[in-house]
């Protein structure tokens, strides 16, 4: 089967091997170095907390949590979570030095079996003039606001987030929460009464259900939650009518899309739901009459992007059926040349 067209070039397939292939190592931080200071309640399963190396000062951390049930996993699959979690790590340390894949820089991760769930610690980020940041806010709680900020700032951002899950998913990773309220932003308030978050700096979160393409057996920490489950494909949104299947790369493109939806039109997914409408009949309605919203406000080729995410056909893909071994491949390299590049080129 041929190739999406100018693959060569998209940068797919030709990530280190070790990205997709590697042996988890020992991430596992000692529990008394890390301190929690308070939840946050605007960004749920996330906490502050201070980091204490042994051989550096105290550090601002944000910790994500990966809760479990002890009552229903036993040793043997709690075992499979923890080396999951192991591969996330190593993975996001890895990836430090791919600026494109925009994610919090990882120091490890610990367990609190008092709560039942493992807590994985990210820096800060920090900027000379200011230091490390104070506070955060997610892109749900921006969705909020009354106005639509500028628009190359919507550009940006949804080009930004765009190269974050490209490089992502061509590392061999199914990310299976992509969604506003896993989008954040920082800052630093130097002193100001009221924060200041830039679109052009967010960072892509929220890996507790992360796993590689090929680690179908790995168990799932948690249950998605309303309004996170809107977000989700069909096929894994579940239902009384339906069985969820594997996750697919696919799968995180179409969240994608709906991510994409909101900023064009800055208005939250959860506004367009009505109650009780399954997941195929809420993405027809958003392709219907939410998708075509975008073309007055952000232009026909942005709305084009977010349609081809959201419907899952692809120029590039026109001679597939999905069985074919090459087919998450090239859905990659159509998702490159047809969404990435193209959001790329708006940035004003």
């Known amino acids: 089967m041929a190739s999406a067209s100018r693959a060569d070039?998209?940068?797919?397939?030709?990530?280190?091997?070790?990205w997709s292939s590697f042996i988890p190592n020992n991430t596992y931080l000692d529990p008394?170095?890390?301190q929690v200071t308070n939840s946050l309640d605007h960004t749920p399963g996330r906490a502050w907390a201070t980091f204490y190396p042994q051989t550096n000062r105290p550090t601002p951390v944000v910790v994500e949590w990966c809760t479990y049930n002890e009552m229903t996993v036993q040793r043997v699959s709690k075992i499979d979570l923890q080396l999951k979690i192991e591969g996330q790590v190593h993975m996001l340390q890895d990836a430090t030095g791919r600026p494109q894949f925009r994610h919090l820089n990882c120091i490890g991760y610990y367990e609190d079996p008092?709560?039942?769930?493992?807590?994985?610690?990210?820096?800060?980020?920090?900027?000379?003039?200011?230091?490390?940041?104070?506070t955060l806010t997610t892109l749900h709680q921006m969705l909020k606001g009354q106005y639509a900020p500028a628009l190359e700032d919507r550009f940006a951002l949804a080009s930004l987030l765009a190269e974050s899950l490209f490089s992502?998913?061509?590392?061999?990773w199914l990310h299976?929460?992509?969604?506003?309220?896993n989008i954040l932003f920082f800052s630093n308030l130097n002193g100001s009464s009221s924060p200041h978050f830039s679109l052009q700096k967010p960072y892509l979160s929220g890996f507790a259900r992360s796993r590689m393409v090929n680690n179908v057996n790995i168990t799932s920490m948690g249950m998605t939650q309303f309004p996170e489950t809107l977000y989700c494909h069909p096929d894994v949104m579940g239902g009384e009518r339906r069985v969820a299947a594997n996750s697919h790369p696919l799968h995180d493109i179409y969240s994608?899309?709906?991510?994409l939806l909101e900023i064009g039109t800055w208005v939250r997914l959860e506004k367009r739901y009505r109650t009780r409408t399954?997941?195929?009949?809420?993405?027809?309605e958003l392709m219907q009459v939410a998708v075509p919203q975008l073309g007055p406000s952000m232009g026909t080729r942005y709305m084009q992007a977010a349609m081809k995410c959201i419907e899952g056909r692809f120029d590039g893909l026109v001679n597939f059926n999905g069985t074919e071994p090459d087919y998450k491949l090239n859905l990659l390299r159509s998702?490159?040349?047809?969404?990435?590049?193209?959001?790329k080129a708006f940035q004003l």
């Open 9 to 18: 070039s998209s940068g797919v397939g030709q990530l280190p091997t070790g």
């Open 32 to 34: 008394r170095m890390v």
């Open 114 to 134: 008092a709560a039942t769930r493992f807590g994985v610690v990210y820096h800060c980020p920090s900027d000379p003039a200011t230091g490390a940041a104070t």
């Open 168 to 172: 992502f998913l061509a590392a061999g």
């Open 176 to 181: 299976k929460t992509i969604n506003s309220l």
């Open 256 to 259: 994608f899309g709906t991510v």
């Open 278 to 284: 399954d997941g195929p009949e809420f993405r027809k």
């Open 335 to 343: 998702f490159h040349w047809e969404v990435v590049s193209v959001l």
